[in-house]
Each structure stands twice: as structure tokens, then as C-alpha cells.
């Protein structure tokens, strides 16, 4: 809903010849039509908005003069979404958050009655945009070429006003900093759960090796499988939450922890162990996309090992989310949970759709 009043706002002034105000800038481009074959033109688009602080590509507008002309065919709405997040992150990566959405808005439409009367009725024309967010980890970067929009493996674009261009210096610059920023932030948070554990006495688990590395300089292998059986069977609890009970294995955590993300995965062959694309998941479980990706998003499935992997495919050179088995019993148990809770599935798609907020 945050992104219609948005593109409502841009298109609600007008001018008395009609025209619209809102002109094209740092986040809004204008398109009279839409068009399946210019998938190449949005990404590139949406990577420049990725890489400032976000925009909209907004359908059915004219550039010049600006007039609302609105959709003429179906095309925008027959979007596969998942197609085309595809097509988009086989161009660039990381792959681009985006959006989209139609809306009507009235206008008047002037008919001949005779041929001396003229008569102006209200009609409604459809509007259709797509938004793509700011890139959490910038910069996004063109991973193969297309020469229709001049796209060179390796490329870097920008929103500089109301063009989409190879970035410069400066920005880039800035890009770096901000970077290096967050990263001396996570740090610094890192530091602070240490310190406040009160004690120095500790070690660092490294799951892609296998090793702990101790605080007396002495790294000591362990078994994979057996901390996974460990991490399995014990019980996370929160600082303060301490409930000590004979018998069961308990893991102490000061912060926030992901049994998804800590568990380490075997290096198994994608195509046996993670079979599944998104849409064979949302096939599987009889639900929408829209519902699928809520749940993807909300549970972080994107981000654990477990559940899913970033694949290269050999065709594009982008990559591509598949999922395992573990991801679809996940979903099938969290399904049957939420069967009986329509509110708390609401939650989970309103978290979805504000993720931008």
C-alpha cells in the first residue's frame, strides 16, 4: 500500500493543460507502454536505483509532453514475476529487491455526441510500476553483457537525475565508504556481546573448516555431523531466560541465533540436493507465489544453507535460488501450523509487504 500512495502522490498534480509536474529524477522514470523484451532496459534501471536509494519505473506515462495515457494491453499484468526476478539477476548481481503493482486513476475522455456536441466522460486507466529498493549490499554489478542497452560484464550504473548511467567516482566512493562503515558496525556489535559475556575464555566455531580456534592459540578439529547432532538436540535460550533442567543439553546464546544458519550443510551436488525452484515449492504446496516469497522472506530461507543455495547457471552466468527437501518439509510444517492461525499468516505477508519500511 506505501508504494501506491507514492505513485498516486507523483501522478495527482497536474498542470491546467493536463500534464503532469512530476518530471523524471533520481527515482522516477516514466514508460507510455510496457514491453516483455525490454527486460535488459528495467534492470538496468532498477540496478542504477539499487545502487542510489531506490526508484520506481511507473507504466502508462508519457515523458514528453508528460501525460497519463495509462496501459493499452495486458502484457504488464501477465508478468511472470519469477521469470523475470530471473532474467533481472542473471544480468546483475546481488540480486535486486523489487516490487510491482497496478492501480486505476480517473480520467476524462472526451466523445462526439454529434457532430456539433461534445461530451466528457470519467473513465478509469490502468497504471502499472515496478520499485526496486536500495541494495543492502552495494554495489550491484552487471555480471554479463547485452549490447542493445550497452551493458558490459562488470558495469556499475547509478541514478544521476533522470538518467541511469555508469557510475563515477565519487559515488562510488561513497559506496565504499558506507560499506566499510557497516562492516566496523557488526564489528563493534560483535565486540560489545563479547564483552559482555564477561569472559575471555573464548573461542571462534568455523563450520566450513571444522575447526575451533581457542583462546590459548591451539585449533581443535571437530566432527560436522556431531555438532549438527548436538545443535539438534539442545535448547537455545536467551540471557536471563535460564531454566536449568538435569538432563538436557543447553547452549547459552547472548545474542540472536539461527539454528537454520548455524547447522552446517555437507557440500552436496545442487541439482540432487536442492532441487527445487521457487516455483516447484509454490506448486508443491498449493499456495501462491505471493505467499511462497512472504514465507521465504519472513523465515530467511534465502540466508541458510539448509534450506537453499545461490547456483551459477552455465546458460546466463547468474545466479539462481534452488531449494532442498529440508525447505519444502519446513514449509509444509510451518503451512499445517499456520492452517489454523489465518492472523498470524497475515503477520507474516504484512512483514513481507513493509519490508521496505
Known sequence: MKHEIEVRKILSAVTPS????????????????????????????MAAYANNRGGYIIFGVKDN??????????????????????AINSLFSPAIDWECGTLTIPAEQVKTVS?????????????????????ENKPVIAQKSDSGEKITSGDVFYRYRARSEKIKYAEMRRIIEERTSKEREGLLKLFEIIR???????????????KITTPYGVDVAFDRKLVTQVLKKAKFIKEGSFD???????????????????????????????????KDLSEKLGISSQDLYALIYYYKMKEAKRYSIGVTTSRSGGQNFKFSQFALQFLEAKLTELKSNDVEFDKIRTAYKDRNK
Open 65 to 86: 509532453p508528460r501525460e497519463i495515457v495509462g496501459l493499452k494491453s495486458n502484457n504488464f499484468e501477465n508478468l511472470s514475476q519469477e521469470q523475470f526476478t530471473d
Open 244 to 278: 536449568e533442567t538435569v538432563g538436557i543439553p543447553v547452549i547459552k546464546v547472548t545474542g540472536n541465533i539461527d539454528l537454520a544458519e548455524e547447522v552446517p550443510v555437507p557440500e552436496i551436488d545442487p541439482d540432487q540436493g536442492y532441487p527445487y525452484i521457487q
Open 115 to 135: 457532430n456539433e456536441n461534445l461530451e466528457k466522460e470519467i473513465i478509469e486507466i490502468k497504471i502499472g510500476w515496478f520499485y526496486a529498493e536500495q541494495a
Open 196 to 210: 559482555k559475556s564477561e569472559t575471555a575464555n573464548l573461542g571462534i566455531v568455523n563450520y566450513s573448516n571444522g
Open 18 to 45: 493536463g500534464n503532469l509536474r512530476s518530471r523524471e529524477s533520481n527515482t522516477v522514470e516514466f514508460k507510455e507502454s510496457f514491453n516483455k523484451n525490454s527486460t535488459a532496459k528495467y534492470a538496468k534501471t
